[in-house]
Nanobody
Framework: VQLQACGGGLVQAGGSLRLSCAAS????????WGWFRQAPGKEREFVAA????????NYADLVKGRFTISRDNAKNTVYLQMNSLNSEDTAVYYC????????????????????WGQGTLVTVSS
C-alpha cells in the first residue's frame, strides 16, 4: 500500500495550488482521507478530512473557506484545493488514510490514520 502526494511548489501569496494524493496497492473506497501539514519547527497539524462517502468534510479553522478537500474513489485519489494562500500555509503537506466502517464519519485525529504519503512541500512567498 502506497500513498503518493504531489502538486506542491512555490507560489506567491494569494495564489492557489492543488495537491493530489494517489493510493495504490488496494482499493481505498472504505477509507477516510485526511491532509495534514508540518511547518519547520512545528508539530504536524490537521488540515482537512473527508469521509468515505465523500459527503462530509472537516477543516481546520485556519483553512476554512480557503481549502477544499475532495476525493475520486474511481481513481483512488484525494485532492486538496488551496486558494488564497499565505505565508502561514508554508509547510510539508501529507495525505493520510485509515479504514472505517462508517461512511459519513470524518476523522481529524492524527493518531487514527494508518497510511501516510511521503509529503509534498508548499512554499508561499510574500
Amino acid at each position: 500500500v502506497q500513498l503518493q502526494a504531489c502538486g506542491g511548489g512555490l507560489v506567491q501569496a494569494g495564489g492557489s495550488l492543488r495537491l493530489s494524493c494517489a493510493a495504490s496497492g488496494r482499493s481505498f473506497d472504505n477509507y477516510n482521507w485526511g491532509w495534514f501539514r508540518q511547518a519547520p519547527g512545528k508539530e504536524r497539524e490537521f488540515v482537512a478530512a473527508i469521509s468515505w462517502s465523500g459527503t462530509n468534510t472537516n477543516y481546520a479553522d485556519l483553512v476554512k473557506g480557503r481549502f477544499t478537500i475532495s476525493r475520486d474513489n474511481a481513481k483512488n485519489t484525494v485532492y486538496l484545493q488551496m486558494n488564497s494562500l499565505n505565508s502561514e500555509d508554508t509547510a510539508v503537506y501529507y495525505c493520510a488514510a485509515h479504514p472505517t466502517i462508517h461512511p459519513l464519519t470524518v476523522t481529524d485525529g492524527i493518531h487514527h490514520y494508518e497510511y501516510w504519503g511521503q509529503g509534498t512541500l508548499v512554499t508561499v512567498s510574500s
